[in-house]
């Protein structure tokens, strides 16, 4: 019985609370490149053509994120380029009210996520080449 009392207060003891990451801004990721979005509105006669958009959101729980990413702006928010500014360092967000300027702050983390559909070509493309080597061997055999 004091086993189950002891067993039981430990239990209770232990926290099991989920918490959520707060970002510290705003950002969008376009082609491996992390841009933050700033409240500054970008007028329609300076936008661009469109050069991208969200294809997924950044996980809230441990702050991953793959491709091209947001943590605040849901998947299908369109990016435009910025006349007369580099599309390296500055870009125009969807936002709800107008298009805001997103600035380049850094390259985004490495995630193998990003080259999966490269690594599926080259396996198809080995196997490919390894059936029709095995297929031609048989056959010069014969």
């Known amino acids: ?5 002891g067993l039981v207060l430990l239990l209770l003891s232990v926290s099991l609370s ?3 990451l707060s970002w510290a ?3 969008v990721v376009l082609d491996g490149r992390v841009y933050e979005v700033m409240d500054v509105a970008v007028l329609e006669a300076d936008l661009g053509e469109v050069v991208g958009e969200v294809k997924t959101m950044a996980d809230d729980m441990d ?4 491709g091209d990413a947001s943590n605040m702006y849901p998947v ?6 910025v006349n007369g500014e580099a599309m390296e360092d500055v870009l125009a967000v969807e936002g709800g009210s107008g298009w805001k300027r997103a600035e380049y702050r850094h390259d985004a983390p490495f995630s193998m996520r990003d080259h999966l559909d490269k690594v599926a070509y080259a396996v198809f493309g080995i ?3 390894l059936f029709v080597s095995t297929r031609v061997k048989k056959r010069h055999k014969n």
Do not use: C, L, P
């Open 1 to 5: 019985m004091r086993r189950v009392i």
């Open 18 to 20: 989920a918490q959520a």
């Open 25 to 27: 801004y705003a950002f």
């Open 63 to 66: 702050g991953s994120y793959y």
């Open 76 to 81: 299908g928010t369109t990016y435009r380029k």
């Open 127 to 129: 196997g490919a080449v």
